[in-house]
């Protein structure tokens, strides 16, 4: 006789739109059952939920050179950093808005490299003022949770790229977001030379891991 309400001999098929290769069968807290990715490799290893990478590069202010933009002034326009989705297994990602909503609480693992270029020209001075910052925030549930910047020197111009790390673990749960904000601070002795400083977006990249 049957040991439980539903017993099964042989295959079973549930198909409700969420279902897809190496997908498992769970229960959020009411019972009611989906078909997930599992967080944790058959190696044990943490499974890559997100990455992001690529795109045009941003020519800072859109064009009208630097200026101050510190988080919670008047006046502050960051840029959000967005990058083309490379991967989103439960797709959380929106490269529209480069936000990450997570649909699963757990616990995270944020790894980002921002890439900075100031190319030089032998017709162009570089900037003409003192000193200034970039900043690249990473904002959870839109509160500041970790912060890197890079100095940006008077007359100082690279061949090469300045990379921006960030890299934090964080307990998320269902229907915080994720997004990583770039602004400048201390700009006001620096001219409006807007042709050269940039952030490549080509090179830049984004990954999230559930742990």
Avoid at 68 to 74: F, Q, R
Avoid at 184 to 209: C, G, K, W
Wanted: aromatic share 10%; proline share 6%.
């Amino acid at each position: 006789s049957p040991a439980a309400n539903l017993d099964v001999a042989g295959n079973v098929k549930i198909a409700d739109g969420t279902q897809g290769t190496g997908k498992v069968l769970t229960s959020d807290a009411n019972g009611l059952a989906s078909w997930k990715t599992p967080p944790i490799t058959s190696n044990g290893s943490p499974i890559l939920y997100v990455s992001a990478k690529s795109g045009t590069d941003i020519f800072w202010n859109n064009g009208s050179g630097w200026t101050d933009s510190t988080p919670g002034t008047l006046g502050w326009h960051p840029f959000v950093l967005k990058l083309n989705e490379a991967t989103d297994i439960n797709n959380i990602y929106d490269p529209s808005t480069g936000k990450i909503t997570i649909t699963e609480e757990g616990l995270y693992y944020i790894d980002s490299q921002i890439s900075y270029m100031n190319t030089p020209s032998s017709s162009n001075p570089g900037f003409d003022g003192t000193s200034g910052h970039l900043f690249c925030e990473l904002f959870i549930s839109n509160q500041p949770s970790s912060i890197e910047n890079i100095s940006v020197i008077r007359g100082v111009k690279s061949t090469g790229n300045s990379t921006i790390n960030i890299n934090r673990t964080v307990l998320l749960k269902p229907g915080d977001t994720i997004q990583i904000l770039i602004y400048s601070y201390e700009t006001a002795n620096m001219n409006n030379d807007h042709t050269y400083p940039s952030i490549q977006r080509s090179v830049s990249n984004f990954e999230l891991f559930k742990l």
